[in-house]
């Protein structure tokens, strides 16, 4: 019994180690290496950004490579702020794109650092400048390509339907004129079953 019971117990910690691996598979992975191109300008993630802002000296690239995390390569600007002792990234978007709510705007950075941060605290804005869009193009133009040749199909389908519909033409029942009522009334004969009642006879 104790061997069957400590088989068991083996088998089920390797399918939970299992199950655990794979769960940290699919989560975004943390921690990416900042590559310094100049002063200004780094290389996260095949992804160029430049120092927008540097408040209180709150740029640290070494900090910002352990926290980085792949959620933040959609973003257009990556923000870090700085509070006991931690660093914090939000990602924003360009003012002009549509897609994203209004809060997720870089406009709305001065209302986020004054909402969610600490009051006064050290922190830095990086841009986007450069990401590689080769997969989005390939797409782009393979549904192009696709929706073109789908427009056509559909055009000339239509134009043959509808050629053929033109060709007969609808026809238009005549209305018959009514007659005038004239100001003596019709009395119409309704049509009565005459009966005898007959009398008994004694």
């Known amino acids: 019994m104790t061997k069957d019971k400590e088989n068991i117990t083996e088998e089920v910690t390797a399918v939970l180690s299992e199950i655990v691996e794979d769960n940290e598979k699919d989560k975004p992975q943390k921690g990416k290496e900042v590559f310094p191109i100049n002063e200004t300008e780094y290389m996260i993630d095949n992804r160029r950004y430049k120092?927008?802002?540097?408040?209180?000296?709150?740029?640290?690239?070494?900090?910002?490579?352990?926290?980085?995390?792949?959620?933040?390569?959609?973003?257009?600007?990556?923000?870090g702020d700085w509070g006991y002792d931690q660093l914090r990234l939000k990602g924003f978007f360009y003012v002009k794109n549509r897609k994203s709510s209004p809060d997720q705007k870089i406009n709305m950075l001065e209302d986020y650092l004054y909402e969610y941060c600490n009051f006064g605290c050290a922190y830095f804005v990086l841009e986007c400048v450069d990401r590689p869009n080769e997969k989005s193009k390939n797409n782009r133009r393979r549904k192009k390509a696709h929706s073109k040749k789908n427009k056509q199909a559909h055009i000339t389908e239509k134009t043959?339907?509808?050629?053929?519909?033109?060709?007969?033409?609808?026809?238009?029942?005549?209305?018959?004129?009514?007659?005038?009522?004239?100001?003596?009334?019709?009395?119409?004969?309704?049509?009565?079953?005459?009966?005898?009642?007959?009398?008994?006879?004694?």
Not at 70 to 75: E, G, I, M, Q
Not at 162 to 188: A, D, H, L, W
């Open 160 to 202: 043959e339907k509808v050629q053929k519909k033109t060709t007969r033409k609808p026809e238009i029942k005549k209305k018959q004129p009514k007659e005038k009522s004239s100001n003596t009334k019709m009395v119409t004969k309704k049509k009565t079953k005459e009966f005898v009642i007959r009398k008994k006879e004694d």
């Open 51 to 79: 120092l927008v802002a540097n408040y209180r000296e709150g740029f640290d690239a070494s900090r910002l490579g352990e926290r980085y995390s792949d959620v933040l390569a959609k973003y257009d600007y990556i923000v």
